[in-house]
């Protein structure tokens, strides 16, 4: 497979990956489902792209990944705190010098839920990767069946960190399961890329698609954020199998411009699609009051995560147009 089709399909999976994660935010019945497998589709994703042997220098890679995930997350938590305040204070939220204090220091903690990151939750995934790309750079020093047993060590003990009594840094506890899927899509990398759906790809994909389906509503809602998997063997085949599907459709679905335009974007959006549901339920009920059920299939499951993402593409276009100085060269894609 040429590096161009490689990119192509992944740029697809990408999308229907940030897609999946704006719809699972906005609490429809696809929720927890969704909430099975969407982050680890990314954290996998990472895996597939990381490049062992082109970082022999720990300190290289490093700094690579902090200008890659570090620079942009701060970039984007002091924005998106500057953002949060006005924001809150529209919708009639108490923002006292504790609260203000209390979530400040949480851009540096990058953990706690509201209480700390009420100004932008999702973006815990930026420095969870960036431990989980550190982490794994060392583990990948050792040989493929060592590998594998370190990543079976690893996701037991992602599943012991969800009993301590607090939530570590940088969400750490959960970077031991992110380890797992960013392994797995390492050392499997070669065979994800060079396959080629045909006539059996359907039968397995209706197979997966039930396993995943049947062991998520077996396993009930879990979390990666919160670091809370219920049964952790539930867990990884409802994961596994649902990425599996996404990776079949994602090398079958034809080149698009609007699909690419997602795949590239994923971090704007990751970063804003829960600012602008905030936006949007503003203009409903505070001019239109129109009151729209943000849960429902129709509009939280499509109307509205349309309209999301149309509101951070033109952002993104109004973006580039005035970012002229080196600063504001943040990369927009996960990875």
Known sequence: MSEGKKITWINTLKALGIVLVVIGHNDTIFTEYIYSFHMPL???????????????????????KAKGLLRPYFFYAFILYLIWIPLSLLQGKEITIEILLRNLFGIFYSQGGHKYMDWGIPIWFLTCLFLVSIIYYYINKYNRKSI?????????????????????????????????????????????????????TIAIAIVLIILGI?????????????????????????SLSSIIVLIFIAKILPYNNIIEFLGINTLPILVFHIRAIQMIKFIDIKILKLNINYNSILFGGIIIPIIQISIIYYGIIIFRKIKTKRFFKINNTLN
């Open 214 to 238: 049947t062991f998520s509503e077996l396993n009930g809602r879990v979390d990666v954020y919160g670091n809370n998997f219920n049964n952790i063997i539930f867990y990884y085949i409802s």
């Open 148 to 200: 594998i047993i370190i990543l079976v060590i690893t996701a037991i003990l992602g599943k012991l960190s969800s009993y301590l009594p607090v939530r570590l840094p940088w969400s750490l506890d959960s970077a031991l399961t992110g380890i797992v899927f960013y392994g797995i899509g390492n050392l499997f990398k070669e065979k994800i890329i060079s396959y080629k759906p045909n006539k059996k």
């Open 42 to 64: 990314f954290f996998l994703l990472s895996g597939i792209t990381y490049n062992g042997e082109k970082w022999s220098d720990p300190v290289a890679f490093i700094k690579r």
